[in-house]
C-alpha cells in the first residue's frame, strides 16, 4: 500500500448503494405502521443514502444559494446588523437578569440583612460566606459582620434571592465583572452594596416588580382580609360564648 | 394535566422469560414505576441474550447501567440496567447484586451500547467486567484512586493528576503487519476546535484514511452525580443545567419530572404549558446550533450565522422568563421558579415569525448543494439495527429510520394533544442527520403553534404544595404559617419519601432519563443520569473507521455530543 493519501474518503457520493428515493420523509408512525416496526428484523439493516438529482449533481441550487446570501448581504449593507458594539453598546436585558448581587439597605445605610443563613444554605454553589453579629437595635437582633460571595463559585441561579425572607439580596444587570487577582473575585459587603448598583435601570432578578405591584397590593390586601375575618370570626364566637355563659 | 407516568403496561413477554429461567434465579420487585428484576449475576449474560432474542420480549435497546452502593448491605452493590423494547414501547429494570469481589459479566455481545457503560461502572463503583476488551477508567483521570460514586469515597477530596498516569490509547488494528510502518498516528484535541473543545481523538492512519481510532473522554467531567447526592433535591437543578447547555431547559424539564413522579406532586397545568413550549424552543435551539457548527466544522461558515440569529433571539425569551440565558434554572419541582413574563406571548409569536426564514435559507443553502452533499452523504453511515444496538437515541436515530421518539411513545406534558409528526429518514449519514434536524425545528414549531393558540392556562406557575415549593414572597412576609415553610424548605429541602424511579423526556440528542433513588431524606441517595450522547459517543470510534480524516470532523459535528453532558 502507498504512503500517498488514498482518495477514497468516507462519502462515495454517486454510488449505486442508493436504492430506493426516501419514502420515510415526514413518515408518521401510526397504528397501521405498527406492524412495521415490529421486531427487531424491521430496523433497517442497510442505510439509504439521499440521492442527487440531476440538477444538484450539476451543481445549479448553489444559484439560489448564492441569492440568499446576496439578499442578506444587501439586507445587511442598508438595514440594521443584529450586531451588538459592545462595551459602547450593551444588550438589553430583561429586569429579571440574574448579574451581580446587591445587598440593599435600609433608609439609614446600615444593610438590611439579618445574618439569618438562608442564601448561604439554599446556595448549590455554596460560595457565601456570612458572620453574624449582635446588632445594637434588639428588634433586629442580628447582622452580617462579614457578608461574602465568592465570585468565581458562584454560578448566579438566584437561590439566594428566593431564599431570602428580608429582601436583603437582590441581583443586578450587572454581568460584566473583571478582576486582576483573584482576592478581588471576593465580593465583600463593600462591593456589594455600592451605591450605584441602585440605579432601577440597573436592577435585575429580584422578588418586587414594578409591574407586580398591584398583584402584590392585591395580595396583602387578602392577606389582612383573612386575618380580620379571623379576627372577626374569633370575636363572634367569643361574644357567642359570652352570651351562652 | 398530572405528570404522574402511566401504569406499568402488561407483561405477558416478560412472564414467558420469567418461565424459562430457574426459581430463584430471578426475583420481580413490586411496586416500582416500571417491571423490576432483582437478577443472579451468574445467569445474567444468558438472561439480556433471551430477553433481546425472545420474540415475546424484544428488548432491542439497553438504555442505562448505572450502579448503587448500599455499604451496609452484603452483596454491596447493584448493577442497574435499564432496557427497552422498541417495538413493544415497553420497558424493563435489571438489578444484579453484586459484591467488587466478583466479577459482572460483559453484556457487549449482546448490546454494544454496554462498552462504555461497564467502564463508567468499574470507573465510578470499582465493579469488575469479566470479558470487557478494555476495562479502564473512562470519566476520571487514569491517576485516580478510588471510585467516585461509593459512599465511603469523601466527596471533597482532592487529586493532584499529573502526566505520569496518562491514558494509553487502544486500538483495535486490523492484523496486517506489512503496513504497520505505513502508518502514522494523529492526536487531536482535547483542546482543538473541531473536538469541540474538550474531546482527545488518537486516530491510526493511512494516508489520509482512519484505520483504527480510539477516543478519550473525561476533561469535563465533575462527577455531577457524586455531587447530587451531597445537595438537596432542589439544589440539583442548577447541576443538571450544565449537562446539554444548549438546550439546559430540557434538563430542567426531565429531572423535575424524575422528582416530582417520586413525589406524586401535581404540576399546574400553566407550568406544563409553559414546560412544553419552552422545550420546544431549546430543541430548535440545540438543533441549530448542531446543525450550525457541522457546518462550520465542514467550512460553511454563512450557515453558522443564519442558525445562530434565531439561537439569540430564542435566548432572549429565556432571558426574559428566568434571568439567564444559557444556564437558565427555570424549572423548580412542582413547576416553575418564577411566573410568565408579561410579553411572553408576544415574545413567542416574534419567534414564530422569525424562526422559519433563517431555517429556509439555510436549507436553500445547502441542501441541494453538491458541495455539502459530497461532504456527508454516505458518510458515518449507521443503520438502524446497528444504532439501535450501539443504544442510539434521538435525532441521530430517527435519520438511521427508526421512528423512537419519547414525545411519541411515552407521552408526557402536552405532546399527546397536539398534532405534530416524527420525522424520519433512512440514510443514517451526516447527511440525514442534518436534514432531521431542520424537519424537527419545523415540527416544534408547530407544536409551539398549536399551544400558543390555546392561550395561557389560568393558575399558577408552580405547585401550591408548601412541603414542595416556597411559598410567594408576599405570603412569606405578612403569615407566620407561610415563613415558617420558607424556612423549612429552605433549612430542610424537600423531603421526598423512600422510593425509585425512572423518568424520562426527549432530550434534544435523544432518551434523556433521570434514575432517582430516594432514601426518604433531603438529598438524593442516588441520582442516575441517562446521557443520550454518551452511547452515541461510544459509536464514534467504529463511525469514522475507514473515511478519511476530514470525514471523521464532520460527522462528529452531525452527532451533536455535548461533552457536559457525556461527561457529567
Request: charged share 25%; with cysteine; proline share 7%.
Amino acid at each position: 500500500m502507498s504512503a500517498l493519501p488514498s482518495s477514497t474518503g468516507g462519502a462515495a457520493p454517486f454510488d449505486s448503494t442508493r436504492i430506493e428515493q426516501d419514502e420515510g420523509f415526514r413518515r408518521r408512525p401510526n397504528a397501521a405502521d405498527a406492524g412495521k416496526w415490529q421486531g427487531l428484523a424491521n430496523h433497517p439493516k442497510v442505510t439509504r443514502p439521499y440521492r442527487p438529482r440531476v440538477a444538484e449533481r450539476l451543481y445549479l441550487p448553489l444559484v439560489g444559494g448564492l441569492l440568499v446570501t446576496l439578499r442578506h448581504f444587501v439586507r445587511n449593507l442598508f438595514g440594521k446588523l443584529p450586531t451588538i458594539q459592545y462595551p459602547e453598546e450593551r444588550r438589553n436585558y430583561s429586569h429579571r437578569f440574574r448579574g451581580h448581587h446587591i445587598l440593599t439597605t435600609r433608609p439609614d445605610g446600615s444593610v438590611r440583612c439579618v445574618a439569618c443563613y438562608l442564601c448561604a444554605q439554599a446556595c448549590p454553589a455554596e460560595c457565601i460566606h456570612i458572620e453574624a453579629a449582635e446588632h445594637p437595635d434588639v428588634n433586629i437582633e442580628k447582622y452580617p459582620v462579614v457578608y461574602e460571595i465568592d465570585m468565581l463559585r458562584c454560578i448566579f441561579c438566584g437561590y439566594c434571592v428566593d431564599a431570602c425572607p428580608e429582601e436583603a439580596i437582590i441581583m443586578s444587570n450587572n454581568y460584566d465583572m473583571a478582576y486582576f487577582h483573584r482576592d478581588q473575585t471576593i465580593a465583600g459587603k463593600a462591593e456589594l452594596m455600592k451605591p450605584f448598583t441602585f440605579d432601577e435601570n440597573l436592577l435585575g432578578y429580584r422578588p418586587r416588580y414594578p409591574e407586580e405591584d398591584a398583584k402584590r397590593a392585591k395580595m396583602r390586601r387578602e392577606a389582612f382580609n383573612l386575618v380580620e375575618a379571623a379576627r372577626q370570626a374569633k370575636a363572634k364566637e367569643e361574644a357567642a360564648r359570652a352570651a351562652a355563659v | 394535566m398530572s405528570t404522574i407516568a402511566s401504569p406499568p403496561r402488561p407483561e405477558t413477554g416478560e412472564l414467558a422469560v420469567l418461565a424459562k429461567f430457574p426459581a430463584g434465579s430471578i426475583t420481580p420487585q413490586e411496586g416500582l414505576d416500571q417491571p423490576t428484576w432483582i437478577v443472579r449475576r451468574e445467569i445474567l449474560a444468558e438472561l439480556a441474550r433471551e430477553l433481546r432474542d425472545n420474540p415475546a420480549t424484544r428488548f432491542d435497546l439497553m438504555l442505562d447501567l448505572g450502579g448503587v452502593d448500599f455499604p451496609d448491605r452484603t452483596p454491596r452493590f447493584d448493577a442497574v440496567y435499564h432496557l427497552y423494547s422498541i417495538p413493544r414501547a415497553a420497558r424493563l429494570r435489571l438489578k444484579v447484586p453484586v459484591d467488587d469481589t466478583d466479577p459482572l459479566p460483559s453484556l457487549i455481545p449482546v448490546w454494544k451500547a454496554c462498552n462504555w457503560f461497564e467502564r463508567e461502572l468499574y470507573d465510578m463503583f470499582g465493579l469488575t467486567i469479566e470479558g470487557h476488551p478494555n476495562m479502564r477508567r473512562i470519566l476520571c483521570h487514569e491517576g485516580f484512586e478510588g471510585h467516585a460514586l461509593r459512599k465511603d469515597y469523601d466527596a471533597a477530596r482532592r487529586w493532584i493528576l499529573t502526566e505520569d498516569k496518562i491514558y494509553q490509547p487502544h486500538f483495535d488494528l486490523p492484523n496486517d503487519e506489512d503496513d504497520l510502518f505505513e502508518r502514522m498516528t494523529v492526536n487531536i484535541g482535547p483542546s482543538h476546535p473541531a473536538m469541540h473543545g474538550t474531546f482527545r481523538l488518537m486516530a491510526v492512519l493511512d494516508g489520509e484514511t482512519i484505520v483504527a481510532s480510539d477516543v478519550e473522554i473525561g476533561y469535563l467531567h465533575r462527577c455531577f452525580e457524586k455531587m447530587s447526592e451531597t445537595h438537596n433535591w432542589q439544589q440539583v437543578i442548577p447541576y443538571t443545567d450544565r449537562l446539554n447547555y444548549c438546550s439546559s431547559f430540557i434538563n430542567n424539564v426531565g429531572y423535575c419530572r424524575t422528582v416530582e413522579q417520586l413525589l406524586g406532586v401535581e404540576v399546574p397545568p400553566k407550568a406544563v404549558w409553559a414546560r412544553t413550549i419552552l422545550s420546544e424552543f431549546s430543541r430548535i435551539m440545540d438543533h441549530c446550533v448542531c446543525n450550525g457548527t457541522t457546518m462550520v466544522d465542514s467550512g460553511g461558515l454563512t450557515n453558522f450565522w443564519y442558525m445562530f440569529q434565531p439561537r439569540e433571539e430564542i435566548y432572549g425569551l429565556l432571558e426574559s422568563c428566568c434571568g439567564a440565558r444559557l444556564t437558565v434554572s427555570y424549572g423548580r419541582i412542582g413547576g416553575l421558579a418564577q411566573d410568565l413574563p408579561p410579553d411572553f406571548m408576544e415574545r413567542c409569536r416574534h419567534l414564530l415569525a422569525i424562526i422559519p426564514p433563517f431555517v429556509d435559507d439555510v436549507e436553500r443553502l445547502v441542501e441541494k448543494n453538491r458541495i455539502w452533499i459530497d461532504r456527508s452523504v454516505g458518510v458515518a453511515a449507521i443503520s438502524g439495527e446497528e444504532a439501535v444496538n450501539w443504544g442510539w437515541t434521538g435525532p441521530c436515530l430517527r435519520a438511521s429510520g427508526v421512528p423512537y421518539d419519547v414525545r411519541r411513545a411515552h407521552p408526557y406534558d402536552l405532546y399527546d394533544t397536539v398534532d405534530w409528526d416524527v420525522p424520519v429518514l433512512y440514510g443514517g449519514d451526516v447527511y440525514d442527520r442534518f436534514r432531521i434536524r431542520m424537519l424537527e425545528i419545523r415540527e416544534s414549531l408547530k407544536i409551539i403553534r398549536q399551544l400558543l393558540d390555546r392561550g395561557i392556562p389560568e393558575g399558577g406557575h408552580i405547585t401550591s404544595d408548601p412541603h414542595v415549593a416556597l411559598p410567594p414572597k408576599e405570603a412569606c412576609y405578612n403569615q407566620m404559617e407561610a415563613m415558617i415553610y420558607h424556612f423549612k424548605l429552605i433549612m430542610d429541602g424537600i423531603q421526598v419519601p423512600e422510593g425509585e424511579c425512572y423518568s424520562m423526556v426527549e432530550g434534544a440528542n435523544g432518551e434523556l432519563g433521570f434514575y432517582a433513588i430516594s432514601d426518604g431524606s433531603s438529598k438524593p441517595y442516588r441520582l442516575k443520569c441517562r446521557p443520550p450522547c454518551f452511547p452515541i459517543f461510544s459509536t464514534f470510534s467504529r463511525l469514522i473507521q475507514g473515511g478519511s480524516l476530514s470525514d471523521a470532523i464532520v460527522s462528529l459535528g452531525g452527532l451533536n455530543v455535548i461533552a457536559g453532558e457525556l461527561e457529567r
